[in-house]
C-alpha cells in the first residue's frame, strides 16, 4: 500500500516522502497514530501542490538573498576602532559589531551567526569578510578598518 508520512520516522523514511508499507503496518500502525495518508489521488494533489509552494518560497527566498548579495557588495563598511602605534587593534572586531555597523549605518540586518570570520581581526586594515545569506548565495563585504 503507498502512503505519505505526515512525520520523519526512522528507518522508514522522512516527511512527505510517498512510500509503499505493507498493509497491515499502514493500517494498525502509521494511520492510527496519524503518522501518514493514504496516498489516493485527492492526497496526492495536496502534496503536489504544497512541494510547489514550497519550491516557490524557497526559490522566493534565493532571490531575495541574491538581491540583498549584490547591495551588500556594492557597500565598503568603515570600523573606526583604538588601536596602538603598530596598527594592533585593542580587543578587535567582531561579527557582531559587523552585524551592528550594517543595521545601524546600510539598515541591513543580518545575523551575526551568517558572517564568516575565521578569526576576530585584530588589525588595522583592508578585509573581506563572507556572509552567508542563503544555500549557496554568498555576499562578500569589504570592511575597512581604521584607527
Do not use: C, H, W
Not at 516527511?15 to 492510527?32: H, M
Not at 573581506?128 to 584607527?147: D, F, M, P
Amino acid at each position: 500500500m503507498k502512503v505519505i508520512l505526515k512525520a520523519d520516522i526512522k528507518g522508514v523514511g522522512k516527511k512527505d516522502e510517498v512510500i509503499n508499507a505493507s498493509d497491515g503496518y499502514a493500517r494498525n500502525y502509521l494511520f492510527p497514530r496519524g503518522l501518514a495518508d493514504e496516498a489516493n489521488n485527492e492526497n496526492m494533489s495536496k502534496l503536489k501542490s504544497r512541494n510547489e509552494s514550497v519550491a516557490y518560497k524557497k526559490e522566493t527566498d534565493r532571490k531575495n538573498a541574491q538581491d540583498l548579495a549584490n547591495k551588500i557588495e556594492k557597500i565598503k563598511l568603515k570600523m573606526v576602532v583604538k588601536a596602538g602605534e603598530n596598527g594592533k587593534i585593542f580587543g578587535g572586531v567582531t561579527s557582531k559589531e559587523i552585524a551592528e555597523a550594517l543595521k545601524s549605518e546600510y539598515k541591513i540586518e543580518i545575523d551575526k551567526k551568517k558572517i564568516i570570520l575565521n578569526e576576530t581581526i585584530k588589525n588595522i586594515g583592508n578585509f573581506t569578510v563572507e556572509i552567508k545569506l542563503y544555500e549557496g548565495v554568498i555576499a562578500k563585504l569589504k570592511l575597512n578598518v581604521v584607527a
